[in-house]
């Protein structure tokens, strides 16, 4: 007796599995977005406290972080989303009475206050924080996740890139050209 037939592989995908894959690529382009804003916002901030003169308060907040443990120092990393906890709070209930532009605003300014005086806090926390296991394992995921939504979206982000160079001014005669040509010899054949 013969095995019975396998189905196609086209029909062998579930409508979860497609559902997750589509799924994947908001929570990519997500991870993405954070750790775009994150390097961005490291150096920024680096300058605006540099500019501020306040490179001694950088040396005082290292020197205060030194002699403490690394459990102690996970707090001090986590007072900024502690402190910005009440600013997201505000805009949330700015969003709940429709004052929309003051919402976006309130929550944007949140989001960018926060990762970037996060980023200042962790350059600062990083050694002592990376000395707890599940801290180091949770950073070491975090990074590959960030390896695996840049794997899932570069591709895209290159057929877009090429789609956006033909379509762009100084290409845009020669491939209207081209299509017109390829319409003709349609037409012709």
Known sequence: MSPPPRPHRRLRRSPLRLLSRLLLVP?????????WLWERLRPLIARVVDLIAWP?????IAALIEPLPPPATLVVFLVPVAVLFPLKLAGLWLLAHGRWVEAGLTLLA???????VTAFVF???RDKL?????FAQLHDW????????HRLTDPVKARIRAV???VLPHRAGRTWRLLRRIRRRMRTA
């Open 27 to 35: 929570v990519a382009l997500v991870l993405l977005l954070e750790a």
């Open 130 to 134: 990376l000395r707890m296991g599940w």
């Open 56 to 60: 001694r308060l950088r040396a005082a």
């Open 110 to 116: 949140a989001k960018l206050l926060g990762v970037g």
């Open 142 to 149: 975090t990074l590959r996740a960030v390896a695996w939504a």
């Open 123 to 125: 350059d600062l926390t």
């Open 164 to 166: 956006m160079r033909l």
